[in-house]
């Protein structure tokens, strides 16, 4: 009986431990972006349905909003007039842009050209950004390539190697020339600040590995040295493994795509050439390397660049008949900033969806804009608020019209149902699993003191 009350006293206090951080309470979502044009451009947008579709899938944290932006322009002028239009948005390059944007003029839809630039912390980032920031954050064209540099293998020589040794540690000491280089295949290492670094990496002999390389671009190794050993504890050099370093002269692009084939597989994945870019332009800037002391694991140059959120825009040419017309649409997708205070509990859940307008302001003019939101399949989320505000209409789709482009950027917000208001019902899990616990402590105290009475009693 003791034991099962000291297990129900300390069921509160595990609950708590669990439950303090059970789920992600924030998740930031990039929002979407408005077409932009260059200020002097001529035409005219008449008129712009845009429409967000909530109910169709859910994304990662949230209902996926798929927009869709459609434009009715006109040329007010007695010339042709070829006009090149970008559509920003924010991706990665693990993703296909395919995948991201489509483009239709007249219902048909057309190809584009992509351009990737600045990556993308957060909202603030792109909610004051214009048609010039674009332009000057993406990379329109190759960064200069640095010369060849001399690529270091190690050949393992484990021939000799006595039965039933499954591992070996490998160390090597480099000092570039220049203090920058690239190294791949070590999982850890010491990096100084005179350029110097001490490189380290288990080698497993039943195991298909990684080569080991250490590329100086645009120099050479000014010393290194390179031994095995029993563990990584162990200081005195194996005498049955032989280490062999081949040296040859390689282009930065070489060793990259060299690089890029190891780190994705896959058949059907190639390295395309605006990854490639930023790959240089990273490089050429040199502030990922600065946390290694220039000697930098190339893999977590690469994932950083591969996975990281961006801008990029989408370019592409609309010609215009002398007073001519255009319809022009572009279709994509964006997920809700979430805030839910109670970890895995929907209670005060609620999700922000951003849609930027400040890229369009450079139109000649802007006339009406209609906004259409068809909320989420959970009945449970409604329009908490909005801007432009919207009005449900019967089918309980939200609208707004206006003239011109809204003096600020375009939200709306789907909170839980009555998430505000307290009560045992709403309440957290947790919370009711303590209070739970509680009364049954209680009943079995009282318990106890009556049978303590009893026994006490005289017979």
């Not at 409604?382 to 505000?389: G, T, W």
């Amino acid at each position: 009986m003791k034991r099962s009350i000291v297990l129900l006293i300390l069921i509160p206090v595990l609950i708590v431990s669990v439950s303090a951080n059970s789920g992600p309470t924030y998740m930031f979502a990039n929002p979407g972006l408005e077409i932009a044009v260059s200020p002097d451009c001529p035409i005219v947008v008449d008129h712009e349905d845009l429409r967000f579709d909530l109910s169709k899938e859910r994304g990662s944290w949230s209902p996926l909003a798929i927009f869709e932006a459609s434009y009715s322009m006109s040329n007010p002028t007695g010339e042709r007039q070829t006009v090149k239009m970008a559509f920003p948005y924010v991706t990665s390059f693990s993703k296909s842009g395919s995948e991201d944007v489509s483009v239709y003029e007249n219902g048909n839809e057309i190809g584009y050209e992509v351009y990737y630039g600045l990556q993308v912390g957060n909202e603030e980032d792109l909610s004051s950004i214009s048609f010039e920031d674009i332009l000057s954050n993406v990379l329109l064209e190759s960064p200069p390539e640095p010369d060849d540099g001399l690529l270091y293998t190690l050949k393992i020589d484990t021939s000799s190697v006595p039965e039933g040794v499954e591992r070996i540690y490998i160390r090597m000491s480099i000092e570039p020339s220049g203090g920058k280089c690239f190294t791949s295949g070590f999982s850890g290492g010491a990096y100084y600040g005179d350029g110097r670094a001490d490189l380290s990496t288990w080698y497993y002999l039943d195991r298909s590995q990684r080569p080991i390389y250490v590329y100086v671009p645009e120099g050479s190794l000014l010393n290194y040295s390179v031994s095995s050993y029993e563990s990584h504890e162990s200081n005195k050099p194996l005498d049955y493994i032989g280490i062999d370093v081949a040296i040859e002269t390689v282009s930065m692009r070489e060793f990259i795509y060299e690089q890029y084939g190891e780190l994705e597989p896959s058949e059907t994945s190639v390295l395309s050439e605006k990854m490639y870019w930023e790959l240089l332009n990273r490089i050429r800037e040199g502030d990922f390397e600065k946390a290694y002391n220039g000697v930098t694991p190339f893999e977590e140059l690469f994932y950083y660049v591969y996975s990281r959120p961006r801008l990029a825009i989408a370019v592409f040419d609309v010609e215009f008949d002398p007073n001519g017309t255009r319809d022009i649409t572009v279709r994509s997708s964006i997920e809700g900033t979430m805030e839910r205070p109670s970890g895995y509990s929907d209670r005060g859940v609620k999700y922000t969806y951003t849609y930027l307008s400040n890229p369009a302001k450079h139109w000649a003019d802007f006339g009406t804009l209609r906004i259409t939101v068809i909320p989420p399949e959970d009945k449970e989320l409604v329009l908490a608020e909005s801007y432009p505000e919207l009005e449900p209409g019967q089918d309980g789709i939200y609208h707004a019209e206006i003239d011109g482009l809204p003096g600020e950027n375009i939200h709306f917000v789907f909170a839980k149902r009555n998430s505000d208001k307290p009560g045992i019902l709403i309440a957290d899990t947790s919370i009711m699993i303590l209070a739970f616990t509680a009364a049954v402590i209680l009943a079995i105290v009282l318990i106890m003191i009556r049978l303590r009475k009893k026994q006490k009693a005289p017979a």
